[in-house]
């Protein structure tokens, strides 16, 4: 954070002749900025949960965002002047005499730098504009063929929606959760899958705002796995209060869906991070999978899709999780593509697929660019779907 904001900070004033109290002012601004979210979090921490502090962490958060966007440019706009400059200064090096036409005094480097500046501030909140919009708005629906050659004739065509990360907290509220909703159920799925990070925040403050998430409909129920956040906001209330939702939360364990004289197998695991919080929730993929047949098809719930470093030697068909938010604004994903081997999409690990939800909200700066808000609808079938 202190990089973040330092940089940005000093590339604006850079080109300004400020000092005196002028510049201890722009400081002071510039830190309280940086300070906000961070300490937006710390009291929503400490148990001070209020409209102020949402608002608060509101400003904070887009501060946060457009800060991002504009060090990316700035970063890139740096490079390209040291190339030019190194470039410049490797001419006259080579030649007798620089041209006067590449000559660049100190007036026109400064208005240079000037221009520049302000043409970046005013496309990083254009940028920002675009990323609040396309964040708040409803989230697109992602249709994925999934094939199972195990599959039975039964499940031919089932139908899952999945929903990932949906965050409702301090910028997330009931009309969004609302929303959601009614998009998952006009899609009328069979099942729904919500892999984690429903909240940020203490069932106490959000009760009300994820009341929605209990009219989620489907054929045979919603089923629910947490996240690092809710370990962050009182997992075992919250587990309480998806019981109390409607929904099935599997702890490192499964269920048996059946139809007929065919089975499914659906498996839940914890948080990767769980036993950082509660020692008794360390994620265990080879429990949950216990007690299934290896020719019974199965679907594995994981909030990260880290956890498929732990399936060795179980044999799942399809494994579907978030975490990722797909790094939720250019160029950030392509730092989460780093960081994670699977980050977005569908992928095939082994004979295992693993499928990872953008996420249906969204973390921190409320931005969205490139990297839309998602819910997922599966569509299985026993033999793989020709799209092209």
């Not at 480097?109 to 520049?116: A, D, E, G, N, V």
């Not at 039964?154 to 929903?163: D, N, P, R, S, Y």
């Not at 009931?174 to 925040?201: E, H, K, S």
């Amino acid at each position: 954070m202190t990089i973040l904001y330092g940089y940005v900070g000093a590339r604006v004033i850079a080109p300004f002749d400020i000092s005196g109290v002028s510049l201890v002012v722009y400081w002071t601004v510039i830190v309280l900025l940086a300070i906000t979210p961070i300490a937006g979090m710390i009291l929503r921490s400490r148990g001070l949960e209020n409209l102020f502090i949402d608002s608060f962490l509101w400003l904070g958060f887009i501060g946060m965002g457009l800060f991002s966007l504009a060090f990316i440019a700035f970063i890139v706009r740096d490079l390209g002047w040291v190339t030019g400059t190194l470039s410049f200064n490797i001419l006259k090096t080579i030649t007798s005499s620089s041209p006067s036409s590449i000559q660049l005094d100190p007036g026109r480097r400064q208005f240079l730098l000037m221009s520049m500046n302000l043409g970046i501030v005013g496309v990083t909140s254009l940028l920002g504009g675009i990323g609040l919009f396309q964040a708040r708005r409803k989230a697109s629906i992602i249709t994925q063929n999934i094939a199972i050659e195990k599959l039975p004739s039964e499940f031919e065509g089932l139908t899952i929606a999945q929903i990932s990360d949906l965050h409702v907290g301090p910028t997330i509220k009931a009309d969004y959760a609302r929303t959601v909703v009614d998009q998952v159920n006009a899609l009328q799925p069979d099942l729904i899958f919500f892999t984690g990070d429903m909240v940020d925040g203490s069932v106490d403050r959000l009760s009300e705002d994820v009341e929605p998430l209990r009219y989620l409909k489907s054929k045979y129920g919603t089923y629910f796995v947490t996240g690092n956040h809710e370990y962050y906001s009182g997992a075992e209330q919250w587990v309480d209060k998806v019981h109390e939702l409607g929904m099935i939360h599997l702890e490192n364990e499964h269920r048996i869906l059946k139809k007929g004289k065919a089975s499914l197998a659906i498996a839940g695991v914890t948080d990767l991070m769980a036993h950082h919080t509660i020692k008794s929730h360390k994620t265990d993929p080879h429990k949950a999978m216990r007690g299934i047949p290896d020719d019974m098809p199965s679907i594995m719930l994981a909030h990260q899709p880290g956890t498929v470093e732990l399936t060795q030697g179980l044999s799942i068909d399809l494994l579907v999780s978030g975490h990722t938010h797909g790094g939720q604004f250019m160029p950030f994903n392509l730092a989460v593509a780093k960081a994670h081997k699977y980050y977005a999409g569908l992928y095939n690990h082994g004979t295992m697929q693993v499928y990872v939800n953008r996420g249906t909200g969204y973390w921190g700066p409320p931005l969205r660019l490139g990297i839309p808000s998602e819910i997922t609808l599966f569509k299985l079938s026993s033999v793989e779907i020709d799209i092209s």
